[in-house]
């Protein structure tokens, strides 16, 4: 049980500090009405792990502090993260082509709003909805695909079970 829990805790670390690490190296990319952030091709790990779900939320929440987020966005946008995750791992063993889905969506509905409410941004909603959802296309969608397609063959190797996954 011990190995269990220590198997987790360090595969949800590695994934958060990845996470941030992306975040902070493409900050240019990842803020803004309109944002591409790379680190969240990530968020198609729970599709091989559930120890991703504490990992993407916790590096989405230390990337947004470090990258200087104010605090509705940090919070709002790590639940965005968190709840994608939940999906994404329960979608794990369906088509590759659902799993990305669940953080474009949760990204689309909350991002835009803390954009105009937290940050003033004057654009309107739906276009910022519109600017979000194509940079998560890309991160979760493509980049997310890469990721997939390179780590399935491994996932054995890469994510040992240790009793961790349902």
């Known amino acids: 049980m011990k190995n269990k829990n220590i198997t987790f805790m360090t ?3 590695m994934i958060a500090a990845i996470y941030v690490v992306l975040t902070y190296v ?12 790379i680190a969240e091709a990530l968020t198609i790990l729970p599709a091989f ?10 590096g989405c929440f230390i990337g947004n ?31 590759f082509f659902l799993m990305p889905l669940p953080p474009v969506i949760a990204n689309m509905l909350i991002v835009p709003f803390v954009l ?8 309107p909603i739906p276009f910022m909805m519109l ?8 991160s979760c969608g493509v980049l997310g695909f890469v990721l997939y397609s390179a780590l399935k063959k491994y996932k054995n190797n890469i994510f040992p ?3 961790c996954q349902a």
């Open 116 to 123: 105009r409410y937290a940050y003033g941004v004057a654009l």
């Open 65 to 95: 502090t470090l990258g200087g987020a104010i605090l509705p966005d940090i919070i709002c946008g790590s639940l965005a993260t968190l709840i994608g995750a939940c999906f994404t791992y329960r979608l794990r063993e369906k088509t």
């Open 26 to 37: 493409f900050a240019p990319f990842s803020f803004g009405e309109v944002q591409i952030r």
């Open 49 to 58: 792990t559930p120890a991703a779900i504490p990992g993407l939320f916790v």
């Open 131 to 138: 600017t979000v959802g194509i940079g998560e296309v890309i």
């Open 161 to 163: 079970t240790a009793g």
């Open 11 to 13: 595969q949800a670390a």
